[in-house]
């Protein structure tokens, strides 16, 4: 059974057809990369998978069970994790406190205030693992106004661990980040290989053919290739649409 499966997702906005006909499957233990160029319809088929877009025809699945016109909410219930391309995060609060909003929202806790969330050993310890989990359990009190822009990306990855997310759908991770900052995401994201599905959206082809068991190539709302990263750098149509043959060259050298 897959984890994640699409079966010919048509989405239209007017006279665009955003999404085409988009099948793809993600496997348990896979990471699967969804890439394509800018206005290829990512945005709107993350959109789909997450259930803040309900397509126009076409199916969604979740570790088997139809979700197609499920809400946002009962997929994340089901175990579906998203991060977002611009960070979603409580900027005034600490790392830690961020995290123990995750783990609350999971609980279904009433929201407290943050005195009493800390008073929740149990809590704090299982929020205390998910920032060690991503490296950032030493600035766990400090405010996410003063974390870097690659702290503040691994912080959120922390938030859906806390959700004891079954599948991790995450949009561009790397976005933004320096040269430091993306090694250091790229190694996070390998440590979590294999323990969970991952579907990542992202923009880095050094990461994706360093990260993906299996990639898709979108590109106006069509899947043009599908396969693994020797077959996708291979591909003549994906390296006219997308990677370049000067890219591609340097990659397979």
Known sequence: ?????????????????????????LEPGQLHAIIGPNGAGKSTLIGQLAGEIRPDSGAVKLLGQDVTTSSVVARAKLGLARTYQITQLAKEFSALDNVLLACNARARHNFRFWRSAHDDQAAVSEA???????????????????????????????????????????????????????????????????????????????????????????????????????????????????LGDEHTETSAS
């Open 128 to 242: 205390m693992a998910c920032l060690a989990t991503v490296g950032l359990r030493d600035i766990a009190q400090r405010s996410v106004n003063e974390l870097a822009h690659g702290e503040q990306r691994q912080l959120e990855i922390a938030m859906a661990l806390a959700t004891q997310p079954k599948i991790l759908l995450l949009d561009e991770p790397l976005a933004g980040m320096s040269q430091g900052e993306s090694a250091a995401m790229i190694s996070l994201l390998k440590s979590l290989k294999g323990t969970y599905p991952i579907l990542l959206v992202e923009h880095d082809m050094d990461a994706v053919f360093a990260l993906a068991d299996r990639v898709s190539v979108l590109v106006y709302g069509r899947i043009i290739a599908s396969g693994s990263p020797p077959q996708i750098r291979a591909n003549p149509e994906v390296r006219a649409a997308y």
């Open 1 to 25: 059974m897959s984890a994640l499966e699409t079966t010919a997702l048509i989405k239209r906005f007017g006279g665009v057809q955003a999404t085409d006909n988009v099948s793809i499957s």
